[in-house]
């Protein structure tokens, strides 16, 4: 049985995650990573309050089979760039590096559709260069989601994502082909299809919206 780490447990595709992991027998223990350290009566679940700026405290903690990592955020939440650039950048590929030096297997990380290290945006080239680090670590397993628009309850609202959401549902029949990857996909599947490639050899590591949303199906 196995040990799973959970990096982002709250958010939309983290909490989904949780969830399905309780109830995935391959699973013994699930840690959860996070800032605060909330109440829990499930015995599978060990809470590891985490200081992220200080990371390198925590390689004890980081040990297990497959580490799932599901943290974002947006700039309006972290205004501050270098705070930002932390977050969507530093962070995960801090994560990842000790993983891999713990023998890791498995590292499932939650990019974006499109990501590109030579984009001129801040999130998808950020998204893009960690997929960069994450392919040069070279883990037995490698999963990288490449969302679009995520569909879910999310705690926080945001109105430009909740638009483009309604505009692509619309027009989500006409998107085909190469355009599918673009169709609003449910948060549930992204986290069901990361906990399938953990466990099966699909022989590949980035998977776009579409992919995604096959995978969910099997």
Do not use: W
Request: glycine share 6%.
């Amino acid at each position: 049985m196995k040990t799973a780490l959970v990096f982002g447990s709250s958010g939309l595709v983290g909490n989904h995650l949780v969830k399905l992991l309780d109830k995935n027998t391959i699973y013994k223990k699930i840690k959860l990573f996070v800032r605060s350290s909330p109440e829990t009566k499930d015995s599978k679940i060990e809470i590891i309050k985490t200081d992220f700026n200080n990371l390198s405290n925590h390689k004890e903690d980081i040990n297990g089979d497959d580490c799932f990592f599901c943290i974002g955020t947006t700039k309006k939440n972290a205004p501050d760039k270098d705070e930002y650039r932390r977050i969507e950048y530093e962070i995960p590929v801090e994560i990842a590096k000790i993983a891999k030096s713990n023998s890791i297997n498995s590292f499932l990380y939650v990019s974006s559709g499109f990501a590109d290290p030579n984009s001129s945006g801040a999130y998808l080239k950020n998204k893009g260069e960690v997929e960069k680090e994450l392919i040069k670590l070279n883990f037995s397993t490698l999963g990288i989601m490449r969302p679009s628009f995520l569909v879910g309850n999310r705690k926080e609202k945001r109105p430009g994502e909740e638009i483009g959401i309604f505009f692509f549902k619309i027009f989500s029949p006409l998107l085909l082909g190469p355009l599918k990857k673009m169709k609003p996909i449910q948060s549930e599947k992204v986290a069901k299809v990361m906990i399938k490639i953990a466990n099966e050899n699909l022989g590949k590591s980035i998977f776009e919206s579409d992919e995604i949303t096959e995978l969910a199906l099997n």
